[in-house]
DNA sequence: ACAGATTGATAGGTTTTACATATTGGATTT
DNA sequence: AAATCCAATATGTAAAACCTATCAATCTGT
């Protein structure tokens, strides 16, 4: 059987004519009596009972017609869904981000994003970039916003924007009077660091040139507040993401910012995915609607 | 789109696997990766995303898949009904009797049909001939039994069985006295009719050689029940079908019952559906049931 | 009563499409 | 490096759905 032919026999039982149930179909009428002959043949069953001058339905063919219009508005329903869906810019985006991102990016794009593009429905999920790239392999993430190559060439990547590196320290430090920062300034010695796993954590390390050994682990922070925190009260100084300069901890803790002039003190921020997953269109528009709303303390990467 | 091609959607979506859903379907891994693709295509939709090593429902696709199972779930729930009607002696058969047969007819066969076609589903409707017939040919009813020949082409019929006509007259009536009634025994002037419609009437009148003008249209009973409590009471005689003496006025009523020696005082009982009809199986069943259960006072028909 | 219109079924030929085998390209495993 | 696995692609074949033309039966209108 056939989807074809169940619309056909409803076209007949809405008809009662084979003419113009055929003409509805937009077949011949003979075409349309055969797959109904058909249809009755693998069924088994006669549905209609016809004449020379009359088309009636038996019980039998009531009965079947209810399970034949169910399943036909059940296909429509199907179709009208995928339909729905074939706009790639519509319909569920499963993004993660790593948390030294997430709450200082995202407020930036969520709004801008309602607006352009009302039909995506971002599900967030901050974790770090491990976690995420694992998520992204079992398909529980369709994209991930992170700060590393994501090294797995099943992976594609939409590189987005270089986040420069702040140097945060307290307000009583000696490093006060400097309003412009050189490598030989950074505080190497009085480092606070984010947990491990945090990709931050790693380069912040390497750009102060130091090792898993030669790293203080007696004082780690589960997050970027925390950390900021921390360095307000005079626990130490740190490298701050520029995204981050107008986090929650900005105002009142004392924290003082500079920029940082020293190589490599920043960070690529990518969009990867599965080079596999489909909606190809959906990523691209990510990507130019979060360089588009980015702020100037970062630096666009010109698409690729 | 096509039922076979959701079926081979729900092969992949099972098996995660091409090369395996195929061989589930009975179709080389092509054919079913081409169908798939007809039916993304079709959709505009990706429900699977497939690298090298594996393949994955797309939220998208698992939304679909909801669907297609309830589509083929319907669709096999359709075929099953059909295979369970296919059995032309079993299922519905909307069946007609005339007033004066129904009440005496029925009793006789029910239990049996009961018994033999456990699974035809017997609806009655009692009405008298002109009625039945035009429910007949508006397919209300799927057959009848009635006791004058259909007279319309698009009607078949299966004769059943010769019903005898038997006089009835009241206890102290002076025919008491004899025991085998000939047509000059007949009393003309005493008879009690049916009302009008009832193919009885007019049965009588013709054996008894009345027309519509010579007949009393004074006392017409509304039932053969009736009939007979008039019978009983004295109001006069009339001509009974065979099947009817074993009514439920048969005790105490007083009536007298007598063989009748008269040419064509008989009707010929006869089972009529439309030619179209499909169940043509059913319609000789029943026919056959009914006579396999008469009593001997009626003459059975030898098929045709 | 007879010609013309109507209706569903049938016949014969064409196009579409579903299918199979063979092969390719990319990735993984031994 | 060779063998294996997997889905995609290429190409030819067989089944099906479809069309036009026609038939048989009936109904309609003169």
Redesign the pocket.
């Known amino acids: 059987m056939?989807l074809?032919?169940l619309r056909y026999v409803l076209a007949v039982a809405e008809h009662r004519?084979?003419?113009k149930a055929a003409e509805a179909s937009?077949?011949?009428?003979?075409?349309l009596?055969?797959?109904?002959?058909?249809v009755e043949e693998e069924l088994g069953v006669t549905i209609f009972e016809?004449s020379?001058?009359s088309?009636e339905i038996t019980p039998i063919g009531e009965q079947l017609l209810i399970y034949a219009r169910r399943v036909i508005e059940q296909v429509e329903a199907m179709e009208n869904l995928a339909k729905a869906a074939q706009d790639p810019l519509a319909g569920l985006l499963r993004l993660g981000v790593i948390p030294t991102l997430g709450p200082y990016l995202m407020p930036l794009i969520l709004q801008p994003l309602r607006k352009e593009f009302p039909d995506m429905h971002l599900v967030l999920r901050e974790e770090i970039t491990e976690q995420l790239l694992i998520h992204l392999r079992h398909h529980e993430l369709d994209a991930a916003l992170i700060a590393t190559p994501p090294d797995d060439?099943?992976l594609q990547e939409i590189a987005l924007f270089d986040e420069p590196f702040w140097l945060a320290f307290p307000a009583k430090h000696p490093l006060y009077n400097k309003d412009e920062i050189y490598e030989e300034d950074l505080p190497v010695d009085q480092l606070l660091l984010l947990a491990d796993g945090h990709c931050l954590t790693e380069q912040v390390m390497g750009v102060c040139h130091l090792d898993q050994s030669s790293a203080h682990d007696d004082l780690r922070a589960s997050s970027l507040e925390t950390l900021m925190q921390l360095v307000g009260a005079g626990f130490g100084c740190t490298l701050v993401p520029a995204l981050a300069l107008r986090g929650s901890w900005a105002t009142d803790t004392g924290v003082i910012l500079r920029q940082v002039h020293v190589a490599n003190a920043e960070r690529r921020i990518r969009l990867v995915a599965r080079k596999t997953f489909p909606r190809a269109l959906a990523l691209k528009a990510l990507a130019e609607l979060v360089c588009k709303h980015l702020p100037n303390t970062v630096r666009k990467v010109v698409k690729g």
């Open positions: 056939n074809r032919d004519h084979f003419g937009f077949v011949s009428q003979p075409t009596s055969g797959q109904i002959k058909k016809r020379n001058r088309v060439d099943d």
